[in-house]
């Protein structure tokens, strides 16, 4: 042999057979790992052997073929085991890098593992397929290519993998991406398989003896042509059997979260959602409409998606009869899928409590049964009866209140509401006079002269209506008089208070005047007060010519006392009518007194008066009477009272009265105390005695007109019953208050409290 | 001769007080004038100018105030010294009496007669 280098040729269609067979197995590689990444489980399990043992086998006829496609001019045979350790080593490498890319995340460090193991069990299916030849020839591998073609398959396969992980979710079947990328897999492949091939190269040997392997077969053209139609078909139905798993995991996937939503929307809908056969059994409903229709949520043994059986329904004693029947009897009325128009319906719960349900149906034809929907109007509805319900009512108290007019008004003026009062009172029926203004019922004088009043406090101009409403408007309730004018022409006293109206969201609705008539009030004060005029000139009258004979009277007694010409025995009776006289003289100063303090007509003339000093002076008058009635008298506090502003006349009168009294109703040689004090504002003068007291039933009566308690006659007869009146009518328009505190026997207390007002020092 | 001689005009409707008056004056020495009404008053004194007034207010004719008003709006008569003797206490009158500047007021049956006598003595200055 003078060259020892064997001739060697490719067979080009072997050759393209076998990069066809790399491009498919790339494609089910890229396939596949998507339907094992959505797989769970055993089925994942199995999808990856399938998927590697396809891919593996595609890998490996590939680089049969690839090797059958070279020929050489001597016989060569195949070592089966070692072939068959090269098919696992593919189908191992393979299942590494399908596991590798159907996980959820590819990191770096794992996609290069991967690929080392993967780049190194190709090349290691590649060179055991390569040590199966069986040949009568020497080869000899060029380690620099050897080493070449595995850093390919390396390369190869990093590339690979990263492809493969990122298209795994491309959802379409046919993807010109994966198609582009699944060639371009498969010629890496192919270029891997025959650089790798390239690295030998193949010597005739010195002893040109080929050993008899027994194990070793030879593979015919034929053969290489079986291998690669069964990888072919092989790999097909792979991709096919992804492509109809892919479908139908999408479809699942699809079913499945269609059922999702429709969970989510029957469970969550605001309103009842039920599934009913065609006789008005409830089949399945939702908890809001287990609570309008009555099914308590405790009540429902199977769950919400548990059909309700009817009898289990009976049974809890939730559906009525009568609401089954009406339920049946609607759906069978249903003729199409249209829903039906909605009807109310309404049960009484086994509690007693009764509600009231908005019901629409669909019928729906596979499986033939019927889809409800329940809004609750129970709520609805007795607010709607309450409505109704207030509404009349109040309908009937404006109806009824025929002495008072209730008049409302919107926001403008404009009359709203004017009830049968109202027409009573000015002559309009309601129906003429809503939708005028209410200023129109008002004498327009009367208005401006208020508008201009408030105008002046308030520093802007109010006129019309807003007169009326002024106080209102601000939130306050204001009643004053006013005058109406009646259809007629006629006026009208009234006292009209104004309120402002709400709506339910707390906005300004409108005004509401209610009006009495106040005229027959007016005329009994006008009355009352022409009497009481009456009165007091009367009793001034009176008083006057009343005097005026007893000052006669009087001093022509005392002229006549003081002529010595008369004996003891007449001047002794003239001296006694002298203090008739002056009783009665009394009498009718104390009358007239009360008569103008009642009248009105004596103002106080407050000045600051010291009650002290006032008292002492009071004392001196009648220090005589005291001295003769032998009453020890004592006077506490007369130098630390503050000054009060009080009429000192008026007050003098007032101490005199008490002191008088006191003197009067203790019997000779009493005990008498006079105290005054200041206490948290106020002034207290207090007169104690250890007299006859004053009997509890007249001490409430003490301080009236006329009143006499029934003791003090077996005293002195002469009281007129005046003077305590006349102390409270003084100490009440002082602004003070005036008692007693008293036992029968015991003595008695008067005191008096005045205000302390606060001394202007101008 | 009266011991001090001085003129006293008394006005007064009422014919017992009047004595009364009149009675207890002439007593004490004072020259006594009457008068019943307010214009006989007015007449008197401007006939001749007595050295005390006593004037009651509600009478015939011409009332007190008016008698008052005339007498201090003229020159002549104004100084004299007017006590106004009377039974009304009307406040508005009290009011009235003093500002048009009455000496004095007294309530007739409040008073007696020992009273107008110092009332009488401090008017005149004795």
């Known amino acids: 042999m003078t060259d020892p280098t064997m001739t060697s040729w490719y067979d080009h269609h072997m ?70 350790l090269s098919l696992i080593a593919a189908i191992v490498s393979s299942a590494i890098a399908l596991y590798v890319v159907s996980r959820e ?68 079947n046919i993807s010109w991406l994966k198609v582009a990328s699944a060639v371009v897999m498969g010629v890496a492949i192919a270029a891997m398989h025959y650089t790798g091939m390239a690295a030998v190269t193949y010597t005739a040997p010195a002893d040109s003896l080929v050993k008899d392997d027994p194990r070793s077969i030879s593979i015919s053209s034929l053969g290489a042509a079986g291998i690669g139609a069964v990888a072919l078909i092989l790999l097909t139905i792979t991709i096919l059997t992804s492509l109809v798993d892919r479908r139908f995991s999408a479809q699942a996937l699809e079913l499945e979260s269609s059922e999702r939503r429709y969970r989510v929307l029957f469970k969550s809908a605001p309103i009842g959602v039920f599934r009913a056969n065609m006789d008005g059994h409830i089949l399945e409903i939702n908890e809001t409409g287990s609570k309008i229709l009555g099914y308590g949520p405790a009540n429902q043994p199977h769950g919400a998606t548990q059909p309700l059986e009817a009898d289990v329904l009976a049974r809890s004693g939730l559906a009525t009869p009568e ?22 319906i309404e049960h009484v719960h086994k509690d007693g ?131 109406y004018i009646r259809k007629d022409g006629t006026k009208l006293a009234v006292s009209l208070g104004v309120t402002a109206l709400q709506d339910w969201q707390g906005n300004m609705a409108g005004f509401l005047e209610v009006a009495k ?28 010519q009343l005097r005026t004979p007893l000052a006669g009277i009087k001093w022509l007694l005392e002229l006549a006392v003081q002529d010595e010409g008369i004996p003891e025995e007449p001047r002794s009776l003239v001296q006694d009518a002298r203090e008739a006289a002056d009783r009665l003289i009394r009498l009718v100063n104390d009358l007239l007194d009360a008569s103008r303090l009642e009248g009105g007509k004596l103002t106080l003339d407050p000045k ?40 000192p006349q008026l007050f003098r009168q007032v101490i005199l009265n008490l002191i008088s009294n006191a003197v009067k109703y203790t019997p000779p040689g009493g005990t008498i105390t006079i105290e005054m004090s200041q206490d948290n504002g106020s002034v207290l003068w207090s007169i104690r005695d250890n007299g006859i007291g004053i009997p509890k039933m007249a001490q409430a009566r003490l301080f009236e007109k006329f009143f006499r308690a029934d003791n003090v006659y077996k005293v002195e007869t002469e009281g007129t019953g005046l003077g305590l009146y006349l102390v409270r009518l003084v100490v009440e328009r002082s ?28 | 001769m009266k011991p001090n001689g001085k003129r006293i005009l008394l006005a007064e409707d009422d014919r017992f007080l009047r004595r009364a008056c009149e009675n207890c004056l002439s007593k004490r ?61 009307r406040e508005s009158d009290v009011k009235e009496i003093l500002e048009l500047g009455a000496d004095g007021y007294q309530i007739k049956a409040n008073l007696s007669l020992v009273e107008l006598g110092s009332r009488v003595e401090q008017l005149l200055g004795v």
């Open chain 1, 15 to 84: 050759v393209i057979l076998s990069v066809l067979i790399a491009v498919g197995a790339s494609y089910a590689a890229l396939d596949l790992s998507a339907r094992i990444a959505a797989a769970q489980g055993t089925l994942r399990l199995l999808w990856l052997v399938g998927g590697a043992t396809a891919m593996g086998q595609g890998i490996w006829s590939m680089h049969y073929i690839g090797m059958l496609a070279f020929h050489l001019p001597v016989m060569v045979r195949y070592n089966l085991p070692l072939v068959a």
């Open chain 1, 105 to 172: 995340q590819l990191r770096k460090t794992e996609a290069l593992a991967g690929a080392v193991v993967m780049g190194a069990g190709i090349g290691a299916m590649h060179y055991v397929g390569m040590a199966a030849m069986r040949l009568s020839a020497a080869c000899h591998y060029n380690p620099w290519i050897v080493s070449l073609s595995v850093i390919i398959a390396i390369v190869v396969s990093l590339v690979a993998l990263a492809l493969t992980f990122h298209l795994r979710h491309e959802a379409k």
């Open chain 1, 323 to 344: 609401y089954e029947l009406r339920l049946g009897e609607e759906i069978r009325g249903l003729k199409t899928s249209m829903p039906c128009r909605p009807f109310e």
């Open chain 1, 353 to 483: 409590s009764h509600s009231e349900a908005l019901v629409a149906l669909a019928v729906m034809d596979a499986p033939k049964e019927c889809v409800g929907f329940a809004v609750d109007l129970t709520e609805h509805k007795r607010a709607e009866a309450e409505l109704a319900e207030s509404k009349a009512k109040l309908e009937a108290v404006l109806e009824a209140a025929t002495q008072i007019a209730i008049i409302a008004t919107d926001t403008k003026g404009n009359i709203t509401v004017f009830n049968t009062g109202a027409e009573c009172m000015l002559g309009y029926c309601a129906e003429e006079i809503i939708g005028k203004n209410a200023a129109t019922l008002h004498v327009a004088s009367e208005l401006e002269t208020c508008g201009e009043e408030l105008g002046r406090q308030l520093g802007y101009l109010v006129e019309g209506f807003d007169v009326l409403i002024e106080a209102a408007s601000h939130g306050a309730y204001e009643e004053r008089e006013w005058t």
């Open chain 1, 517 to 544: 008539d106040i005229t027959e009030r007016k005329r009994v004060e006008e009355e009352l007060k022409s009497a009481l005029q009456m009165k007091s000139d009367f009793v001034s009258f009176a008083t006057h």
């Open chain 1, 608 to 647: 600051y008066t010291n009650l002290g000093e006032l008292t002492r002076s009071v004392l001196n008058d009648v220090n005589h009477q005291i001295e003769t009635q032998g009453h020890k008298l004592s006077i506490h506090g007369a130098e630390e009272i503050p000054l009060v502003q009080v009429d």
């Open chain 1, 735 to 762: 602004g003070g208050k005036v008692w007693c505190e008293s036992d029968e026997g015991q003595g008695t207390i008067f005191k008096f409290q005045l205000p302390l007002r606060v001394r202007d020092e101008t």
């Open chain 2, 29 to 89: 020495g004072y020259t006594v004038v009457l008068a019943t009404d307010g214009q006989e008053a007015l007449e008197s004194i401007r006939a001749q100018p007595p050295d005390l007034i006593l004037l009651d207010l509600l009478m015939p004719k011409v009332t007190g105030i008016e008698v008052l008003r005339a007498l201090k709006a003229d020159e002549a008569t104004r100084t004299i010294p007017v006590l106004i003797l009377t039974n009304s206490s």
